[in-house]
């Protein structure tokens, strides 16, 4: 029997009505839960094989979560088949990994990775969206980049046993070609990655600042005096009575923008999930510091703020503390998982120019060992723990610390990751513990493991 379309429509047509937007509640996880959390994974090659036959005890760690998640510092490409190339600006070195460390770190437990990073674009975005095919081949779940910024701020979701857990990624460190960004119109998107784009100012003492907008009056054309701001030479400065005269302070004004985008997708995370874990890329204020950058650490609390149940940090290359916050942890930075530089065989060209070499006096892992003494050589940057942490019932019960050396070994397998021995474990936790205590944080022994002391905290 047909109907005619002047009888449907009085039936399909809905009045107007205003809905009462409200918060969606989620259910906890159920039963006992393992997370494990790791920081950068410069992995360029697939190293499961040596590590389950050398290094079983860390392997079995890994092994030990339901969910385990990393953020891939690199791109996957296969060289000779790549379409792409190298782009003129890198994150600091052009990072490539051989496709077959998707399977690898698979393998390895790794159910999750994070995308966002300054490396992301290193080989354009043909690379990035490459890197996302083999994760998907490879079965890894991944956050952080996507074909438009929509899709790039995203979470990516693991339906475990004990319930669903969300993973978003975001970075606030990246190359001018790194982020993403929306179609509008007949304009198409564009891939790239989720970015906090932050404006850089110095802050100095309010007499100061008068002489300097003294200069911007008078001097260069493209300087800007704005209230409560003004640019000079390039640079952005901001009157501070607590600075005091004669220096200056380096802050960092987040783009609310962006915050409030990102915001958004983690409450959306939360409504959708059981627990939500943030992975966070910045190398602000520098590499150097133990402390994180302040705008990184309050717009951490915000994303716990937002629904976040656990914040994982990641980019300078060394450990920052860890803080309890509203019960969440942030673990202000992580180091390094893994930091395998030397295992490049091919860089290109520019690398060489960096450093005001040329390929006929130096091989690349020459090239490359010199650069890493220079830029990580210290110590700490081969330092890092692991955390492993528990819920019973949607409840957070433990946060274990295992001790991890970065560069136990030398030549092929330097920058792989090892549980580290006894007396390195005691000096890594006890310069963590010093990191962490600022933040009101402390950490307790049992039986030869550490935790963070939840009930102290």
């Given at each position: 029997?047909?109907?005619?379309?002047k009888?449907?429509?009085?039936?399909?047509?809905?009045?107007?009505m205003?809905?009462?937007?409200?918060?969606v509640?989620?259910?906890?996880?159920?039963?006992?839960f393992r997370?494990?959390?790791?920081?950068?994974?410069?992995?360029l090659?697939?190293?499961?094989a040596?590590?389950?036959a050398?290094?079983?005890?860390?392997?079995?760690?890994?092994?030990?979560?339901?969910v385990?998640?990393?953020?891939?510092?690199?791109?996957?490409?296969?060289?000779d088949?790549?379409s792409?190339s190298?782009?003129?600006?890198?994150?600091?070195t052009?990072?490539?990994?051989?496709?077959?460390?998707?399977?690898?770190l698979?393998?390895?437990?790794?159910?999750i990775?994070?995308?966002?990073?300054?490396?992301?674009?290193?080989?354009?975005?043909?690379?990035?969206l490459?890197?996302?095919?083999?994760?998907?081949?490879?079965?890894?779940?991944?956050a952080?980049?996507?074909?438009?910024?929509?899709?790039?701020?995203?979470a990516?979701?693991?339906?475990a046993?004990?319930?669903?857990?969300?993973?978003?990624?975001?970075?606030?460190?990246?190359?001018p070609?790194?982020?993403?960004?929306?179609?509008?119109?007949?304009?198409?998107g564009r891939?790239g990655?989720?970015?906090?784009?932050?404006t850089?100012?110095?802050?100095?003492?309010?007499?100061?600042?008068?002489?300097?907008?003294?200069?911007?009056?008078t001097?260069?054309?493209?300087?800007?005096?704005?209230?409560?701001s003004?640019?000079?030479m390039?640079?952005?400065?901001e009157?501070?009575?607590?600075?005091?005269e004669?220096?200056?302070?380096l802050?960092?004004?987040?783009e609310?923008?962006?915050?409030q985008?990102?915001?958004?997708?983690?409450?959306?995370?939360?409504?959708?999930?059981s627990?939500?874990?943030?992975g966070f890329h910045?190398?602000e204020?520098?590499?150097?510091?133990?402390?994180?950058?302040?705008?990184?650490?309050?717009?951490?609390?915000?994303?716990?703020d937002?629904?976040?149940?656990?914040v994982v940090?990641?980019?300078?290359?060394?450990l920052r503390g860890i803080?309890?916050?509203?019960?969440?942890?942030?673990?202000?930075?992580?180091?390094?998982f893994?930091?395998?530089?030397?295992?490049?065989?091919?860089?290109?060209?520019?690398?060489?120019d960096?450093?005001g070499?040329?390929?006929?006096?130096?091989?690349?892992?020459?090239l490359?060992s010199?650069?890493?003494?220079?830029?990580?050589?210290?110590?700490?940057?081969s330092?890092s723990?692991?955390?492993?942490?528990?819920?019973?019932?949607?409840?957070?019960?433990?946060?274990?610390?295992?001790?991890?050396d970065?560069?136990?070994?030398?030549g092929?397998?330097?920058?792989?990751?090892?549980?580290?021995?006894?007396?390195?474990?005691s000096?890594?936790?006890?310069r963590?513990?010093?990191?962490?205590?600022?933040?009101g944080t402390?950490?307790?022994?049992?039986?030869?493991?550490t935790?963070?002391?939840?009930?102290?905290?």
């Amino acid at each position: 029997m047909c109907t005619d379309r002047k009888t449907l429509a009085p039936i399909m047509a809905m009045e107007p009505m205003t809905l009462d937007i409200d918060d969606v509640p989620s259910l906890p996880l159920q039963g006992q839960f393992r997370l494990g959390v790791t920081g950068d994974l410069i992995y360029l090659r697939p190293m499961a094989a040596t590590l389950k036959a050398q290094r079983p005890d860390l392997v079995k760690e890994l092994l030990s979560t339901d969910v385990l998640i990393g953020n891939l510092e690199t791109v996957l490409l296969e060289l000779d088949t790549f379409s792409g190339s190298p782009q003129a600006q890198s994150g600091g070195t052009w990072m490539l990994a051989d496709p077959a460390v998707a399977a690898d770190l698979k393998s390895l437990g790794f159910s999750i990775l994070g995308l966002a990073n300054n490396h992301a674009t290193d080989w354009g975005v043909e690379a990035l969206l490459g890197t996302r095919e083999h994760l998907d081949a490879a079965g890894i779940q991944h956050a952080g980049a996507g074909r438009s910024m929509s899709q790039a701020r995203s979470a990516c979701y693991v339906d475990a046993p004990q319930g669903r857990l969300g993973f978003l990624a975001a970075s606030a460190t990246f190359t001018p070609m790194s982020p993403a960004a929306d179609p509008l119109g007949r304009v198409p998107g564009r891939p790239g990655i989720n970015t906090l784009r932050t404006t850089p100012y110095s802050a100095v003492n309010p007499a100061d600042y008068e002489r300097l907008a003294g200069l911007a009056e008078t001097t260069f054309s493209g300087n800007v005096i704005r209230e409560g701001s003004l640019k000079l030479m390039g640079g952005e400065f901001e009157p501070d009575a607590s600075v005091p005269e004669g220096s200056s302070r380096l802050e960092y004004r987040v783009e609310e923008r962006d915050a409030q985008e990102i915001l958004r997708q983690v409450r959306q995370a939360k409504q959708n999930s059981s627990l939500v874990v943030f992975g966070f890329h910045y190398h602000e204020p520098a590499n150097a510091a133990q402390e994180p950058a302040a705008f990184a650490a309050e717009f951490s609390r915000r994303v716990v703020d937002a629904g976040a149940d656990v914040v994982v940090s990641h980019g300078p290359h060394q450990l920052r503390g860890i803080e309890l916050y509203k019960g969440a942890p942030i673990f202000h930075s992580l180091g390094n998982f893994a930091m395998m530089t030397n295992s490049l065989d091919s860089v290109p060209r520019e690398t060489y120019d960096l450093y005001g070499l040329s390929p006929e006096e130096a091989t690349v892992p020459e090239l490359l060992s010199a650069r890493n003494a220079a830029v990580f050589g210290k110590p700490e940057m081969s330092e890092s723990v692991f955390p492993v942490l528990e819920y019973r019932e949607g409840r957070l019960t433990s946060v274990e610390l295992v001790p991890l050396d970065i560069a136990p070994d030398i030549g092929a397998a330097l920058g792989t990751p090892a549980k580290a021995d006894e007396e390195k474990s005691s000096a890594i936790l006890q310069r963590l513990q010093n990191l962490s205590a600022p933040f009101g944080t402390f950490f307790t022994s049992t039986a030869g493991r550490t935790f963070l002391d939840l009930a102290k905290t």
